[in-house]
C-alpha cells in the first residue's frame, strides 16, 4: 500500500519503455527498487579512494605484473561467483563448490599424467563438475530437499571422494597446460582472465534474455506463479545447480593451471569467498534478487583486498577478519534499500 | 465533528520518497463508534491507519487521544495505548498452534518463570474464540492447517485478545464468506457496545453501509469528506471515491451462441469434490458461485492441472485432455488467474514486463533466447488495451497498486493466447474503478469467442457478468440458473442449501 500513492501520480504520457540510463542501471540493484541507489555510488566512491590510497603507499600495485597477478588470482572466486549468484537467483546455495575444485582440479591434473590430450581432460572434468551439479539439482529440484543440506552433504562426501582419489599433491607434467592457460596471456591479460571475463556477459545473457534464466529469476521471487505459469521448475532449479557445478570444475581447471599442482586439499572455504561477492554485489539469499555486473564489482573488490593485504605484507589471518568485516559492512548497508 | 470525539487526527500528512501519500487529512471518531475508511487504491488509507497503528511515523499533523496529544513511535506504543490493526496481509506464524498465534507476547506461564503453562494457553484461547462467537476452531491446531477464512478468523481473535480502545479493521471481509461476514458484523457491534472504537477499512459498499457509523471518503491523499449513511448512498459514496460517475457497472451480455468448447464430466477428486459435470460455450462466461470452501476453486486447479482429479474427463473442442501440470494445461490454452496474486499469481519483485511475459516464454522465444523486439511489442500492446498504470515496462510489480496488479495477472494469461479462461476471483482487493474495467475486459474478450468461467463469491459480479451460473457447495454441484433464472436469493439458497 505504500507505494500505490505515489505510482498512481507519476503517469507518463507515450514514453513506454525507458531507453537509455544503461550505466546507470548497471549501478542499480534489482532486488527492491530501481531508484537510484546511493550504496552502489557509496562502494564505487570506496573502491576508487582504496585505489588512489594504494597508488601514492605502495609503488608496486599498479604494476603490470602485480596487476596480471591480481586477475589470475581473482579468476577462481570469478567463475565460482557466476555458478553461485545463478543458484542463489532460485533462492537456493551450493556449498560444493570448493571440494568440485578440488576434485577436477586433481583430476585434470591426473588425467594429462596419464597421458590424455588436454582438450579431452578438460572436458572430462567439466563434465564431472555438470554431474555433481546434476545431483544436487536431482535431490534439491525433484525430491526437492533443502539446498543447504544437500549441498553440504556432497560438500563432504566429495572431499572425501578427492582425497580417495589422491592424498598426495600430483604436479601436471604436460607444460603446454601451464603454458596456456595457467601463465599465457594475450596482450596485457591472463588467457584464464579473458575467460573469466568472457563469461560474465554471457550469463548475464542467459539470465536476461533466455527462457530458462527468466524462469530462474522468476523462481526465486515466487516458485508457485512460475509453476502455475506453466513453466518447468524442477528442470530449471536443475538446471541451475548443473551450471554451478560446471563453473566450478571450470575454476578448478584453471587453479590448476596456474597453480602448477593440485593438492587434495585445495578449495577449502571457496564457497564463502564465491556468496560473499554475490552478497556484496547485491545478492539476497533466499532468492529475489542479485546482478551479474555486481557479482563481478564483488569479486574485484574481495580479490583487491587480498592483493593490497598482501602487497603490505599482512597475515592472511588478518586478512579473512577483514573480509567478514566487509561482508557485514555490505550486508549492513544495503539493508535499509529494500 | 464533535467533542466527544476520543480520537482526534489534526492535518496528518506523509510522503513517500516525495510523492504525496496523505495531505493534511483530519479524521476523527468517537467511543462506541464504527468509522468506515473509504476510497479507492492509493487513496491513502492503509497509510493512514499505518500511521494510526504506529507501523509508519508522520510527516506532520497531531494525533490526540482523549484530548491529549500522543507520540506513536511504534506498533509496540501503538498497542500500549490500546491501538491495535488487523492488516490485509496476515501477521500469523504459520508453524506455530492457533492459540500460541492468539496469545503470541502474552502466553501464561508457571510457577517456574519463562515455562509456559499449556493448559492455560489453550484453554485462554478457546475462550477467546467463545467470547467472539467463532466456534468450531480446535486452538492445538496449526495455523498452516487452517484455510484463508479460518486464518481471518484468527487474526481478529487476536486482536480482541487484550485490553483494546481503537481496533482497526483493513479489509476484513475479503476472505470470508457470507456466514463468516455476519459473525464478523455481529463481534464488531459487541466491541462497539463495549465502546471501542473500530475503524473499519473496506472497499464493499453494502458492508460499509450496513455496518458504519459514519464513512470518511479519501482521495489521493485528501479528505473529500465524512457521511452518515442513513444521509447518503452508494452513488454518492461512489461519486466521492472516484470523483466521476462510473456508467454502467456490468455490461450488457448477449446470449451466446457459440459451440461447446470445454466439457468437464463426472470431475472427481476425493475429498474435495465429486460428480461436477458443465460445458462452457465459446463466448461464454460462465459464473461459479458458492462459499468459501465449497471446492469451486479445487476444480479450477484441477482442471488447469495444478492439482490432479481422481476420475471423471475434460474435452476440449471435442478432444479428451488430462493435464498433468499447469505447463501442459497452458499448452493446451487453458488459462488460471488464481485468487490470490500475492501468493501466486506474481513475482513481486521482478518488472511488468517479466510478469506479463511469465507464461509466454515457449512462444516468445526460440532455441531458448527470447526474441526481445517480440516480447516488447507483445508486452507493450497489453499494457496499452489494458491500460496498466504506470505504463513503464520496467516498473517492478510490487510498486504497482492492487488493481494494476491484477491487471498484470490478467494481462499474462491474455499472452498465452489461451481459449478457456479461468477467473478465481478477479476482482478480490481491487478498486471500484479498476473493478468496472475489468469486467468490461472480461466481456471483450467473451464477446471474442474466449471462453470464461468466472468464480465469485460475490453475488452482484455473478449476477452482472454470467449468462449461465453455476452453484457449488460442499465439493458438488447443486444448482444451474440461466440469466434469467438468477437472483441473489436463489443462488445463496442454493449454495446456503437451504430449499425453497
Request: hydrophobic share 45%.
Amino acid at each position: 500500500m505504500t507505494n500505490e500513492s505515489n505510482v498512481d501520480n507519476q503517469v507518463p504520457s507515450s514514453n513506454i519503455v525507458k531507453k537509455g540510463n544503461r550505466v546507470r542501471n548497471l549501478l542499480l540493484s534489482r532486488g527492491g527498487n530501481r531508484r537510484p541507489n546511493w550504496v552502489n555510488f557509496a562502494f564505487l566512491a570506496a573502491f576508487i579512494i582504496l585505489l588512489v590510497v594504494t597508488a601514492t603507499m605502495s609503488d608496486v600495485f599498479f604494476t603490470q605484473r602485480n596487476l596480471s597477478n591480481l586477475m589470475r588470482q581473482a579468476v577462481t572466486n570469478g567463475i565460482l561467483s557466476l555458478g553461485m549468484l545463478i543458484v542463489i537467483l532460485t533462492g537456493g546455495i551450493d556449498l560444493s563448490v570448493g571440494p568440485i575444485v578440488a576434485l577436477t582440479a586433481i583430476m585434470v591434473a591426473g588425467f594429462s599424467n596419464q597421458g590424455m590430450p588436454l582438450p579431452l581432460a578438460i572436458l572430462v572434468c567439466l563434465g564431472v563438475g555438470t554431474a555433481v551439479g546434476a545431483v544436487n539439482g536431482l535431490f534439491i529440484a525433484r525430491f526437492k530437499l533443502q539446498p543447504f543440506i544437500v549441498t553440504l552433504a556432497t560438500l563432504g562426501a566429495i572431499r572425501g571422494l578427492v582425497y580417495v582419489y589422491s592424498d598426495v599433491p600430483i604436479t601436471p607434467i604436460d607444460p603446454t597446460f601451464r603454458a596456456s592457460l595457467g601463465a599465457g596471456m594475450i596482450g596485457p591479460i591472463p588467457i584464464s582472465a579473458l575467460i573469466m571475463l568472457a563469461s560474465y556477459p554471457i550469463v548475464w545473457f542467459f539470465l536476461n534474455r533466455t527462457r530458462s534464466g527468466r524462469a530462474i529469476v522468476a523462481i526465486g521471487g515466487n516458485v508457485e506463479a512460475v509453476r502455475l505459469a506453466g513453466i518447468n521448475v524442477t528442470w530449471n532449479i536443475f538446471l541451475a545447480y548443473m551450471l554451478s557445478g560446471l563453473f566450478a570444475a571450470l575454476a578448478g581447471v584453471i587453479l590448476a593451471s596456474r597453480l602448477g599442482i593440485s593438492q587434495p586439499s585445495v578449495g577449502a572455504g571457496f564457497e564463502l569467498d564465491a556468496i560473499a561477492a554475490c552478497v556484496i554485489g547485491g545478492a539476497i539469499l533466499g532468492g529475489g534478487g542479485g546482478s551479474t555486473f555486481g557479482t563481478l564489482a564483488g569479486v574485484v573488490a574481495l580479490g583487491m583486498i587480498d592483493n593490497l593485504l598482501n602487497l603490505f605484507n599482512v597475515q592472511s589471518y588478518y586478512q579473512q577478519i577483514l573480509k567478514g568485516v566487509i561482508i557485514l559492512v555490505a550486508v549492513l548497508a544495503r539493508r535499509k534499500q529494500r | 465533528m464533535g467533542n466527544s470525539d476520543f480520537l482526534v487526527m489534526k492535518g496528518i500528512s506523509k510522503s513517500f520518497d516525495g510523492t504525496q501519500a496523505l495531505r493534511g487529512v483530519d479524521f476523527s471518531a468517537a467511543m462506541g463508534e464504527v468509522h468506515a475508511i473509504s476510497g479507492e487504491n492509493g487513496a491513502g488509507k492503509s497509510t493512514l491507519m499505518k500511521i494510526l497503528s504506529g507501523a509508519l511515523p508522520r510527516d506532520k499533523g497531531e494525533i490526540l487521544l482523549d484530548g491529549k496529544s500522543i507520540e506513536l513511535g511504534s506498533p509496540m506504543r501503538a498497542r500500549q495505548l490500546g491501538i491495535y490493526a488487523v492488516y490485509q496481509e496476515f501477521s500469523l506464524i504459520p508453524h506455530l498452534t492457533i492459540a500460541e498465534n492468539i496469545l503470541l507476547g502474552q502466553m501464561p506461564t508457571t510457577r517456574v518463570n519463562g515455562v509456559i503453562d499449556w493448559k492455560k494457553t489453550f484453554l485462554g484461547a478457546e475462550n477467546i474464540l467463545k467470547e467472539i462467537g467463532f466456534t468450531g476452531i480446535d486452538v492445538h491446531k496449526l495455523v498452516s492447517q487452517l484455510s484463508v477464512s479460518h486464518q481471518q478468523m484468527v487474526e481478529i481473535a487476536k486482536a480482541v485478545a487484550g485490553p483494546r480502545k481503537i481496533l482497526i479493521l483493513d479489509e476484513p471481509s475479503a476472505v470470508l464468506s457470507q456466514e463468516e461476514l455476519k459473525r464478523l458484523f455481529a463481534l464488531v457491534r459487541q466491541l462497539k457496545e463495549q465502546g471501542l472504537i473500530i475503524l473499519y477499512i473496506s472497499h464493499r459498499l453494502d458492508e460499509v453501509f450496513e455496518i458504519a457509523d459514519r464513512i470518511t471518503v479519501l482521495k489521493d491523499g485528501q479528505l473529500v469528506g465524512t457521511v452518515r449513511p442513513q444521509e447518503s448512498d452508494q452513488n454518492q459514496l461512489i461519486r466521492m471515491m472516484v470523483g466521476r460517475n462510473l456508467g454502467e457497472i456490468f455490461p450488457v451480455r448477449k446470449p451466446p451462441s457459440g459451440e461447446v468448447a470445454l466439457e468437464v464430466k463426472e470431475l472427481t477428486l476425493k475429498n474435495s469434490f465429486s460428480d461436477i459435470s458443465f460445458s462452457l460455450r465459446r463466448g461464454e462466461i460462465l459464473g461459479m458461485f458458492g462459499l468459501v470452501g465449497s471446492g469451486r476453486t479445487q476444480v479450477a486447479r484441477s482442471i488447469f492441472g495444478a492439482d490432479r482429479f481422481t476420475s471423471g474427463e475434460i474435452r476440449l473442442n471435442g478432444k479428451l485432455i488430462r493435464p498433468r501440470s499447469p505447463r501442459e494445461a497452458v499448452s493446451a490454452g487453458i488459462a488460471l488467474l488464481t485468487e490470490d496474486r500475492k501468493r501466486d499469481g506474481l513475482v513481486m519483485n521482478l518488472s511488468i514486463r517479466d510478469n506479463i511475459s511469465l507464461a509466454s516464454y515457449s512462444h516468445l522465444s526460440r532455441f531458448g533466447v527470447i526474441d526481445r523486439n517480440k516480447q516488447v511489442g507483445e508486452v507493450k500492446k497489453l499494457v496499452q488495451d489494458l491500460d496498466v498504470r504506470p505504463p513503464l515496462l520496467d516498473q517492478l510489480a510490487s510498486h504497482l497498486s492492487g488493481g494494476n496488479q491484477q491487471k498484470l495477472v490478467l494481462a499474462k494469461w491474455l499472452m498465452t493466447h489461451a481459449r478457456v479462461l479461468i477467473l478465481d476471483e478477479p476482482t478480490r482487493g481491487v478498486d471500484v474503478a479498476t473493478k468496472v474495467e475489468i469486467y468490461h475486459i472480461i466481456d471483450n474478450l467473451a464477446r471474442d469467442g474466449m471462453c470464461i468461467l468466472l468464480i465469485s463469491s460475490e453475488l452482484p459480479e455473478i449476477l452482472g457478468m454470467s449468462d449461465r451460473a453455476l452453484v457449488m457447495r460442499e465439493g458438488r454441484l447443486v444448482g444451474e440458473f440461466p440469466r434469467s433464472d438468477a437472483n441473489e436469493e436463489r443462488l445463496l439458497a442454493s449454495a446456503a442449501g437451504v430449499i425453497q
